[in-house]
């Protein structure tokens, strides 16, 4: 059963930063795309940014150039890196796979201040 842990999560002025962790097990991390999913309140998760096995990533345009995505094998651990966090950033992350899982982490949440 894979299981992810996401942390990091904490209420920011606009402008700030944040650095998200995802600590991942039951599952061979390496091998998998994996990515960070935002939801917004009555919407469905939908990711932002995703990094393949080989270290290449991918944003939404929303996030891009603000976002950044990166991987620990070594520690089953997917980060998020976001600067210049908007108020429009106030959601929930997930991190899981590329397609994702059937089962989610708690996620952890972001909120920023105007």
């Known amino acids: 059963q894979v299981q992810f842990v996401e942390s990091g999560g904490a209420l920011v002025q606009s402008g700030g930063s944040l650095r998200l962790s995802c600590v991942v097990s039951g599952t061979m991390f390496s091998s998998y795309t994996m990515a960070w999913y935002r939801q917004f309140p009555g919407k469905p998760r939908r990711w932002v940014a995703k990094?393949?096995?080989?270290?290449?990533?991918d944003y939404t345009e929303d996030v891009k150039g603000r976002f950044t995505i990166s991987r620990d094998n070594a520690k089953n651990t997917l980060i998020l890196e976001m600067n210049s966090l908007q108020p429009a950033d106030t959601a929930d992350y997930y991190c899981?796979?590329?397609?994702?899982?059937?089962?989610w982490g708690q996620g952890t949440q972001v909120t920023v201040s105007s």
């Open positions: 899981n796979t590329i397609p994702s899982q059937t089962d």
């Open positions: 990094i393949n096995p080989a270290d290449v990533t």
